[in-house]
């Protein structure tokens, strides 16, 4: 609240630059001027989107890490197709869209891995209207809860849903819709996903590119809270690779 004030006060400055979230919220005005947000609704938007924002790829990169050593058919084919994108470039080149579009391997890893450990396991939505589902009515006005574990491991949407299998996303308009639900669905779908794809693509890049790594601890357990975190932590033995 404290830096709620501090921003709205700041805001009444001539030339305050605000390009944060917190000035970004203050500034919402509806048609008769009025502030749209209260104070308290302010606060849980941050934290939404601190928690939302942050703790989901931070999952989904731990996971990566632990499954990349434990399973080095996948391992080697996506350091080739980092590597063949480091060599491409010169030394101190950054990576660019096009790049990204390359990594298409790493990416059908990480909807793997999301979808055997979702890092938002459910989510609920309210019935606009009643409906009726597998024989049940669910009266209008009701609140429903979505399960991703439940559609993801469902053997008639992803035969063998146990097995790790990348592949799966070879073709993602063969999977239908609401079905993979990692990011959720619908006009509440995550609004952070294409940067989320990015910051987890960046980091594999780099990850395999200029490190190897080894797990400390042969756990392959997690439990959650609510995000899956291995149950032992992640202890892993990091080392710098010699540059490309
Ligand atoms: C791998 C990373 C991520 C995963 C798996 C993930 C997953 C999800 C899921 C399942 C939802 C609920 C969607 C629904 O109800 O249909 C959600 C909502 C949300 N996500 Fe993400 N997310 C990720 C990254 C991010 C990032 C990086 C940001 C912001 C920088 C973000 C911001 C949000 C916000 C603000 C919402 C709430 C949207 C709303 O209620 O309208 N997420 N995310």
């Known amino acids: 609240m404290d830096i709620i004030h ?11 630059l605000h390009n944060d979230l917190i000035s970004s919220l ?95 396991f459910a989510g609920f939505r309210r019935t606009r209207k009643d409906i009726e589902f597998g024989g049940y009515l669910i009266p209008k006005g009701w609140q429903v809860c979505w399960a991703a574990n439940m559609t993801h491991m469902n053997d008639s949407i992803f035969p ?11 073709n993602q308009a063969s999977i239908p819709p609401y079905c993979y639900v990692a990011f959720g669905g619908g006009p509440r779908i995550c609004p952070g996903y294409e940067f989320a794809r990015i910051e987890i693509l960046v980091t594999m ?23 899956p975190i291995p149950t032992q932590g992640l202890p892993i033995d990091i080392e710098q690779k010699n540059k490309l």
């Open 6 to 16: 501090e921003k709205r006060s700041r805001m009444q400055e001539a030339n305050y």
């Open 26 to 120: 203050l500034s919402l005005r509806g048609d008769d001027n009025a502030t749209l947000l209260s104070d308290q609704e302010i606060v849980d938007n941050v934290r939404t989107v601190m928690v939302a924002g942050h703790d989901t790829s931070s999952t989904v990169l731990t996971f990566l890490t632990r499954h990349l050593a434990n399973d080095p058919v996948v391992y080697a084919t996506i350091l080739k197709e980092q590597e063949d994108i480091a060599i491409s470039k010169s030394l101190e080149g950054v990576l660019t869209w096009e790049d990204l579009a390359k990594m298409k391997y790493t990416w059908r890893t990480t909807l793997e891995i999301l979808r055997m450990i979702p890092a938002v």
């Open 160 to 170: 063998e849903p146990s097995k790790f299998d990348p592949s799966r996303f070879e």
């Open 205 to 227: 890049h780099y990850l395999v590119t200029r490190y190897t790594w080894k797990l400390c601890c042969k756990d392959n357990k997690f439990s959650r809270d609510p995000m």
